[in-house]
């Protein structure tokens, strides 16, 4: 059985293309999940953000990227998307190894 975000991947994979079988997904497409799904916001992640790393996740001459790629493209955004949100608890840690 497919997880919730496989599932998303292949309904966007297949938007607006007829011949998809939606086990790829092409750059435009990604966009449209990122800033869809509120991963890009325009501060913290924006579009060029998006393209980079559909571009550094692909193949050298691919136009599309797998399932497998994608989620490694969910790791490095989601990296920059919640960075505040993963430092923080770092920082109070920090702070009570420092005060205790």
Do not use: H, Y
Not at 39 to 53: E, H, L, P, Y
């Amino acid at each position: 059985m497919a997880s919730e975000a496989e599932k998303t991947f292949r309904r966007f994979a297949v938007f607006g293309e007829s011949s998809s079988t939606g086990t790829e997904i092409n750059n435009k497409n990604f966009s449209k999940l990122c800033k869809d799904c509120g991963i890009m916001d325009g501060k913290t992640v924006t579009s060029t953000d998006v393209d980079i790393v559909f571009s550094k996740v692909k193949a050298k001459n691919a136009r599309t990227v797998s399932f497998q790629q994608f989620q490694e493209a969910m790791k490095e955004l989601g990296k920059k998307r919640f960075k505040a949100r993963i430092q923080r608890p770092v920082v109070l840690l920090k702070q009570q190894l420092w005060v205790g």
